[in-house]
């Protein structure tokens, strides 16, 4: 992977600009010099001279114990994961000669990974696992700031607030839980000025997204899972499904109701018992609906006033539907993006149920010929984030054409196609 330099963030002039900057901090008047340098960069300053005082005391980082370090490794989110980082960053950054972090809200580190030569350089400055690298330990740096302000940060050379940083570049982006917004990690690049590339940013965004879609649609454990809200049902992505009473309290439905709703939603005109039967239980299941229909009937009349279960055949009536549903309309109108947006994960994907089964393989390659036929390139590079796709080398060459050749997907393009192929064969 090659990467091409940042001229501002690296650029001779401006590291000079920031240099003379941190020596005029001790002075009686360093407001005007900080407003030559990045604001992002002097405010991450400003907050860290209250934690650490002058800008030329080296600091280093506070570390965890080695077992705290494997109990925090092992209870954390981040840890199912790190697949997906290691094929989408991971493999591309060493190869560039960079190193890969992934570190918890709190700031420390939990894995460091990519190229050897750079991780025994990094070790002398106190980037290993278990460090903690936030602005509280070590001032100003990419992976620290990005989760004090929660935005993606890129810091360059002297712009760390720590001397002993100031050989290395970094960028790093937090991740989210999908489910309120709060973070949750950070992952972050780091080595020469190729970390800061036009590049970096673009790369960490991918990963991130690729885990936040993991999470989502329940394929990896999840901080905390997604609410749904509103009128309408969701039950795709593997969220656990609920339904919101008259009273305004929420209500879990069970694995078997998901089903039963998802494919009577589907299967708009009704089905009667043993077709219902067939598509929860498969054949021969030797079981019976009734009883799982009867308490469902009565879910729904607590907490869903206006909708109602009917039978002969079974149907719903009322304001009901699932996001397979609404994305299969989508689909039917030519509206992909609308598609992906309610389809923003696979259909139940914990469910074995032949009915579920079916709709799942149904839905996944309408919306898979649906962006591969009609998409742009961004409907097409939201469909590539999604865990199916990672390995789909006929999409990724399709976004390839697509993109244009300054843009900065194509290094994450190139690479995905490079090792599909070479997996191929």
Known sequence: MTLSLSGHLSGAAYQRVVERARGELAGPDHRGMLGQIRAEVAESWRRSLVVHGGLGKPLEPRLVTDSDLREVRQGHPLAPVLPIIRRLLVEPAADASLIVAVGNAEGHLLWVEGDDQARRRADAMGFVPGADWSEASMGTSAPGTALYSGRPVQVSRAEHFNPVVHPWSCSAVPLRDPADGRIVGVIDLTGGDEAISPLALPLLKAAAEAVHSAWREHLLPSPVPAPVRGSILHVTGGLPPRLAGSDGAWREIPGKHAEILTLLTWHGAGLDGAELEELVYGYDAGTTLRAEVHRLRRALEAGVPGVA?????????????????????????????VALGHAAGSVLPRSEAPGIVEIRH????????????????????????????????????????????????????????????????
Do not use: F, N
């Open 309 to 337: 279960l009917r039978a002969r055949p079974y149907r719903l009536e009322g304001a009901l539907a699932t996001d397979a549903v609404l994305a299969r309309e989508a689909l039917r109108r030519g509206e992909v993006s």
């Open 362 to 425: 149904h839905l996944g390659l309408a919306l898979r010929e649906a962006v591969l036929e009609d998409a742009g390139i961004e409907d097409l590079w939201t469909y590539l984030a999604r865990p199916e796709a990672v390995g789909d080398l006929e999409l990724w060459m399709t976004a390839l054409k697509m993109l244009p050749v300054d843009s900065p997907r194509r290094a994450l393009a190139v690479s995905t196609v490079e090792r599909l192929e070479a997996e191929a064969h």
